[in-house]
């Protein structure tokens, strides 16, 4: 008996080596036949790498060429590639904070990177001063080429961790170093101000629809009402969007009830998006200013107000996108932002798509340097 099992044993690792052997091939094989799969592009690549005059740039610049050519071919508008350094940043953005010195960068007309400081940042605190030149960041050496993108990345990283900054200082071209530990630095997605002819007016300008907006949004609402203002205009004029959930959010601080929107992925049901109870600035005197900038999840906050009735839209037509982009991180820290799925706000007419949000008040900006939006909609807000 032991004989025979040891026979059937050893068959069944034979065959487990040649399962296994047979698997191996045919998954190459499989692999194989799809790195075959664009022939042309292939042999593209070969006669540009033999025959070229000219050197070919660097793989990566070679890679993220083709990538945007195939985006471009998809059919896709909003498709895009966005780099290492792109991504970061837009993702600081949306998120509403990142770990850094709290300095602002300029170039000058030399090219050179100059600094300064926010006040009470790292940065401040660590004696950068207005104006230093700013000359490396840890391994990175600035120079008149480098783009303004990689060096804030490489400012930014983990809060708590120490980044090296190398300086030059008029008058004398004194050379520091600085070695400053990265702190929580937030981007405010909102900023606000009283009417100045107008105390009772507060005016919350909305520059991106960020994580954090929605709170902002309530923050900037109760300091005003602090100092006065009854009565509110909110701005989306130039904000192209952000996160969709963010504008969901936003729109529901203004609603008391109903759909705020519905989207569909590919293949899958409808998804709603309702307000489950009042918000909480339901009944605040509002209008919302727009214009052709304004666009996907801004649009998603004018559109869910102006449906219900809720406040006068004024300005000019907004952008009309009604997509949604995911965003898929590469494995060298580059993004591809695909359209994904399609959504709209029931009871909107015309389709957004069609030619926008319609302004309730129509204004056209002139060349006078008079902001006539704004003044049609302090007005309207006064006789309301």
Excluded: C
């Excluded at 970061?88 to 904070?97: A, H, K, M, V």
């Excluded at 809720?310 to 580059?334: C, H, M, N, W």
């Amino acid at each position: 008996m032991s004989r025979i099992r040891y026979l059937l044993i050893s068959l069944l690792v034979a065959v487990g080596f040649v399962s296994a052997f047979l698997s191996g091939y045919f998954l190459r094989a499989y692999f194989d036949s799809r790195s075959n799969e664009f022939p042309v592009l292939n042999q593209a690549y070969g006669i540009l790498l033999n025959h070229a005059y000219l050197d070919l740039p660097e793989s990566k610049s070679l890679e993220y060429g083709m990538i945007r050519g195939m985006l471009q071919a998809s059919g896709d508008p909003y498709a895009t590639l966005q780099e290492p350094a792109q991504h970061e940043l837009e993702s600081n953005n949306l998120q509403g904070s990142f770990g850094g010195i709290g300095v602002e960068l300029t170039r000058n007309q030399d090219g050179d990177i100059l600094v300064y400081p926010i006040i009470g940042s790292p940065a401040h605190h660590a004696g950068i001063q207005d104006g230093d030149q700013l000359i490396s960041v840890d391994d990175l050496n600035i120079t008149p080429e480098t783009p303004l993108d990689d060096i804030k990345v490489a400012i930014r990283g983990p809060v708590g961790n120490i980044v090296k900054i190398s300086v030059i200082r008029n008058p004398d071209d004194t050379h520091l170093d600085f070695r400053i530990r990265r702190a929580q630095i937030h981007l405010p997605s909102v900023t606000w101000h009283i009417a100045p002819d107008n105390p009772t007016i507060g005016i919350i300008n909305v520059n991106i629809i960020a994580e954090s907006t929605s709170e902002e949004i309530q923050n900037a609402v109760k300091e005003m009402q602090g100092k006065g203002s009854n009565l509110f205009i909110l701005d989306l004029r130039d904000n192209g969007g952000g996160l969709l959930t963010a504008g969901v959010d936003i729109a529901k601080l203004f609603l008391e009830d109903g759909i705020i929107l519905e989207q569909q992925y590919r293949g899958e049901k409808i998804e709603t998006f309702d307000v489950k109870s009042p918000g909480q600035i339901a009944d605040l005197p509002l209008i919302l200013l727009i214009n052709h900038n304004t666009a996907s999840a801004a649009e998603i906050v004018a559109g869910a107000i102006q449906v219900y009735d809720r406040a006068l839209l004024v300005g000019e037509p907004t952008f009309g996108k009604d997509s949604i982009q995911l965003i898929f991180d590469l494995q060298d820290d580059s993004s591809l932002h695909v359209t994904a799925a399609k959504w709209w706000i029931p009871g909107l007419s015309p389709a957004l798509s069609d030619n926008g949000l319609q302004p309730d008040i129509a204004i056209i900006p002139d060349d006078s340097g008079e902001d006539l939006v704004m003044k049609a909609a302090i007005q309207s807000l006064l006789e309301q």
